[in-house]
């Protein structure tokens, strides 16, 4: 195990039983030398930077009903809400000036928030940012729909596979979503020239130390150009209301492995894992991730986006938050960067 944390051929992953007893080991001196490790590669493609991006969390409606998540369809405790188009205008501007240079729209899959009024946001956004990328997040769609945000401008698109093994997959949603539609979304958005961001929950219910190796490969032969991913964390008003909540421990464990696959790859330290642990994104950070995404929504509508409990939005997962999150970076030697942060990989054939 030593041996390949020290000399991993990039990209190269150890042999299936090596892989799994590294997920599971929790032997501190072998898990200081990954983690260094994983810093080590993330400083010769990245430095010591940290990029920010300001997260929008623009609608909580969702068509959609699964099982893990706070905002699903059938969660009748959950207040709805939509931001309009000014509102979204109003918070990028906010975000510009506290020197945001990518904004992230992410929602439900809110069927007013359709692929017109989408490319009418992507269109103003770029006209008055020329200089930020526009990253969306808003689920699957069609692959005319994706072409057609795409054209209007957008740069980047987030969408979490939640697990790599259809199977898993069924256990996660109800039967009308599939595995497959969620390939096609991220094969479509690879093919039309975004960055792709793919990702998965650690400790999601049923998920094993084999289905985390099996992420791993997953994650290696798609190469997306970022990796959303953060511990499980129950929510009260969904089927998985007493699950256990992913571990900090096996996500640092994930982040850095993950560092070791996709070298260039950019990682945000995700909410998720700030909300387990308070020093979640600096352990992150020092894990191998290179992103943070603090909230711009505003703070009467982000209280309503749950997709689980206890959501951290305050501090520096705040917007106005930035300042304390530049000193946090930099008592462990990072600094928060001002540009857009783009991913610096070779070209990535589809
Ligand atoms: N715990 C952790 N992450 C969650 N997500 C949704 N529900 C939860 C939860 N209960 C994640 C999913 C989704 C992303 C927006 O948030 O991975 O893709």
Known sequence: MREWIEQPAAGDLPPEKELINLLL??????????????????????????????????????????????????????ERYRLSEQQIMECAQEGYFLGFRTFVLQGGEDPWYNTERVERLVRMLKEHFPDC?????????????????????????????ETADPGHYGMLHPPELSWENRMRCLNDLKELGYQVGCGFMVGSPGQTAAHLARELRFLKEFRPHMVGLGPFIPQKDTKFAQETAG???????????????LPDVLLPATTALGTIAGNGTELGILAGANVVMPNLTPAEERRKYTLYDHKACTGSEAAEGLAELKGRMEKIGYYVSAERGDWKGEKNDV
């Open 133 to 161: 990328a526009v990253t969306l997040s808003v689920g699957e769609c069609s692959r005319e729909t994706y072409r057609r945000w795409r054209e209007a401008g957008a740069d980047r698109y987030l969408l979490r596979h």
């Open 25 to 78: 080991t929790e032997d501190e001196e072998l898990l200081s030398c990954l983690y260094a490790r994983a810093r080590r590669m993330r400083e010769e493609h990245y430095g010591r930077k940290v990029y920010i991006r300001g997260l929008i969390e623009f609608t909580n409606f969702c068509r959609n009903n699964c099982y893990y998540c706070g905002i699903r369809r059938d969660n009748k405790q959950t």
């Open 247 to 261: 571990t900090l421990s096996m996500t640092l464990k994930c982040l850095a492995l993950v560092r070791l696959i």
